[in-house]
C-alpha cells in the first residue's frame, strides 16, 4: 500500500484550500453581478429612493468578504511556494514588497471619515 509523504499531503490540502475560497469568490461575484443586480433592476428597486443606502451596504459587505478571499487565497498560494521560495530566498523579497506597501492603506479598509 503506497502512503503520501507527508510534504505532499500538506501540499495538497493548500491547494483544495486555495480552489475553494477562488471559487467562492468567483462564484459570489458571479450571483451578484447576474443575479442579484438584475433582479433588483427588475422589481424596480433601482427606482425607489432607498436604494442608494441598501446598494451601498449590500456592495460594502460583499466588498469586505472580496478582501477577505483575496487575502486567504494569497496566503493559500504563498503556503504553497513557501518551500520552494525559501531556496530562492524569494521570501524575503515579499516581506520587503509587503513592507513597501503597509504605509499606504487601501481605502476600502481605512473609509475615510469625510462624506
Known amino acids: 500500500m503506497a502512503t503520501m ?15 475553494a475560497v477562488l471559487g467562492f469568490w468567483l462564484s459570489s461575484s458571479l450571483m451578484l453581478d447576474f443575479v442579484v443586480m438584475p433582479s ?3 422589481s424596480g428597486m433601482m427606482d425607489a429612493s432607498g436604494f ?11 466588498n ?5 478571499c483575496a487575502g486567504l487565497g494569497i496566503s493559500g498560494v504563498w503556503m504553497l511556494c513557501w518551500e ?6 524569494i521570501v524575503w523579497q515579499s516581506f520587503f514588497s509587503l513592507a513597501c506597501s503597509l504605509p ?3 481605502s476600502t479598509c481605512f473609509p475615510s471619515p469625510l462624506p
Do not use: I, N
Not at 64 to 68: F, G, S
Not at 84 to 89: C, E
Open 5 to 19: 509523504p507527508v510534504d505532499e499531503s500538506r501540499s495538497r490540502r493548500w491547494q483544495m484550500f486555495v480552489f
Open 40 to 42: 433588483l433592476y427588475v
Open 52 to 62: 442608494a443606502v441598501a446598494g451601498y451596504s449590500m456592495f460594502g459587505s460583499f
Open 64 to 68: 469586505r468578504v472580496e478582501l477577505l
Open 84 to 89: 520552494k521560495a525559501l531556496a530562492q530566498g
Open 104 to 106: 499606504f492603506p487601501s
